[in-house]
T-cell receptor
Framework: GAVVSQHPSWVICKSGTSVKIECRSL??????MFWYRQFPKQSLMLMAT?????????EQGVEKDKFLINHASLTLSTLTVTSAHPEDSSFYIC????????????FGPGTRLTVT | EDQVTQSPEALRLQEGESSSLNCSYT??????LFWYRQDPGKGPEFLFT???AGEEKEKERLKATLTKKESFLHITAPKPEDSATYLCAVRSASGGSYIPTFGRGTSLIVHP
């Protein structure tokens, strides 16, 4: 149980375009979803936290207009990187948590974004 | 502010050579300490949650322990497939956010 999927697993886009990443909890309802960014050999950097039906809470230094997060349902959250630039290239990982399951998070497999 | 420090940064072991990874933490009111395993290019995989000092959990060759200041992930007779980065995270009640703070991880390589 507690499976989280992400789509796409990798994407290459041109500078200035927008990219949407989907995160789905497959076998549970996620009350809270998190979006992380990870640079090579670095730890996870939390970008934002979202609860279903409400606006995401962004961490300090994360541009909310650039990284649009929508938590449309208890099983789906999306991250849209708008007007992407090469410095946005990174590994983006989502995670989900359901209160009935405890306090741990379950992570998706990640999405490798490369902006050319 | 919650702080998590993992050591060593990298660890190389021979197959069968047991060892321990350390996670030192400073939090205000621990609400859970988590261990994850992350393989290259993949998302972290949940391993254990520990809530109080003295608690221990085991899974195959892995055993996690917790004190008031640190947690250890003991690896007994490791195999090459145990090679991965192991992440530690803590969740506290500070600020009311309950958002975990992650350490930088320990990269483990087990040689056959």
């Amino acid at each position: 149980g507690a499976v989280v999927s992400q789509h796409p697993s990798w994407v290459i886009c041109k500078s200035g375009t927008s990219v949407k990443i989907e995160c789905r909890s497959l076998d549970f309802q996620a009350t809270t979803m998190f979006w992380y960014r990870q640079f090579p050999k670095q730890s996870l950097m939390l970008m934002a936290t979202s609860n279903e039906g409400s606006k995401a809470t962004y961490e300090q230094g994360v541009e909310k207009d650039k990284f649009l997060i929508n938590h449309a349902s208890l099983t789906l959250s999306t991250l849209t990187v708008t007007s992407a630039h090469p410095e946005d290239s990174s590994f983006y990982i989502c995670s989900a948590r359901f209160e009935q399951g405890g306090r741990e998070q379950y992570f998706g497999p990640g999405t490798r974004l490369t902006v050319t | 502010e919650d702080q998590v420090t993992q050591s060593p940064e990298a660890l190389r072991l021979q197959e069968g050579e047991s060892s321990s990874l350390n996670c030192s933490y400073t939090v205000s009111g621990l609400r859970g300490l988590f261990w994850y395993r992350q393989d290259p290019g993949k998302g972290p995989e949940f391993l254990f949650t520990l809530y109080s000092a003295g608690e221990e959990k085991e899974k195959e060759r892995l055993k996690a322990t917790l004190t008031k200041k640190e947690s250890f992930l003991h690896i007994t007779a490791p195999k090459p497939e145990d090679s991965a980065t192991y992440l530690c995270a803590v969740r506290s009640a500070s600020g009311g956010s309950y958002i975990p703070t992650f350490g930088r991880g320990t990269s483990l390589i087990v040689h056959p």
